[in-house]
């Protein structure tokens, strides 16, 4: 990974128990700190995985068991956010604004956007290819 975000997964879970922790203490937090606190907060269902830092770090979730990984499913709040506010692939912002507008929900906007991108990004990984961003957009499109 690059940008914002640490290389290792243990690295980036401790990232998202250190903001929630900051948050929960009311101290000062760098912008993509509040963008997880944001997140976390939406999903009093992961507070105690997030909280339990030292457990969660490690653990394996598995989908063949019925589990969601939580910090996976935060992960990709934050990267339909991100997809939003840099309008990338094209079209996404308008298409975000709409969707939220329809449903008069943000958050359930982005759980159903983030349907589409788990669906492309797991084509792109089955096929050993980069995501295809026109079959991503159209899927959105069609919410």
Do not use: K
Not at 32 to 59: G, K, M, N, W
Not at 92 to 106: F, K, N, Q, S, T
Not at 112 to 123: F, K, P, V, Y
């Amino acid at each position: 990974m690059t940008g914002f975000f640490p290389g290792d997964r243990m690295a980036l879970r401790r990232m998202y128990a250190e903001a929630w922790r900051r948050h929960q203490e009311s101290l000062p937090m760098e912008p993509i700190d509040l963008q997880i606190a944001e997140i976390v907060a939406r999903h009093p269902e992961y507070h105690r995985v997030v909280e339990q830092s030292q457990e969660s770090l490690t653990r394996d979730w598995a989908p063949e068991d019925g589990e969601t990984n939580p910090f996976l499913h935060m992960g990709m709040h934050l990267a339909i956010r991100e997809q939003v506010a840099t309008d990338r692939p094209s079209g996404i912002a308008r298409v975000h604004a709409d969707l939220r507008h329809r449903l008069g929900d943000e958050h359930l906007a982005e759980h159903l956007m983030m349907e589409c991108l788990g669906e492309a990004l797991w084509r792109a990984q089955r096929n050993g290819i980069p995501p295809d961003e026109d079959a991503y957009i159209e899927a959105l499109r069609r919410l």
